[in-house]
Nanobody
Framework: QVQLVESGGGLVQPGGSLRLSCEAS????????MGWHRQAPGQQRELVAV???????NYSDSVKGRFTISRDNAKNTVYLQMNSLKPEDTAVYYC???????????????WGQGTQVTVSS
């Protein structure tokens, strides 16, 4: 079994900051990409940021320059530092990891349960 557990969401005022964390655990062999998506009410889930095993990041245009994704391979953990938050960043944030596990020969995507981020005054 593989689990992804997120933490760090909450309520913050516009212009504030939050840091999300997501740890992958279980029968993991290798982790490739790790990243974050978000879904606002009534909206489709969208990619926020992704980081390759090499550490190379990519961001959506809506968060570029404000959010920073990073990972700690020793801890199987991905982080999302969110600065200069805007009300339109309000959403449920989901982490994901593309990995291989001892229980399956296939490289697959695994998802966390989601954490709420609300930006409001």
């Amino acid at each position: 079994q593989v689990q992804l557990v997120e933490s760090g969401g909450g309520l913050v005022q516009p212009g504030g900051s939050l840091r999300l964390s997501c740890e992958a655990s279980g029968s993991i062999l290798s982790i490739y990409h790790m990243g974050w998506h978000r879904q606002a009410p009534g909206q489709q889930r969208e990619l926020v940021a992704v980081i390759a095993s090499s550490g190379r990041p990519n961001y959506s245009d809506s968060v570029k320059g404000r959010f920073t994704i990073s990972r700690d391979n020793a801890k199987n953990t991905v982080y999302l530092q969110m600065n200069s938050l805007k009300p339109e960043d309000t959403a449920v944030y989901y982490c994901y990891s593309v990995l291989s596990a001892t229980t399956s020969p296939l490289v697959s995507a695994y998802w966390g349960q989601g954490t709420q981020v609300t930006v409001s005054s």
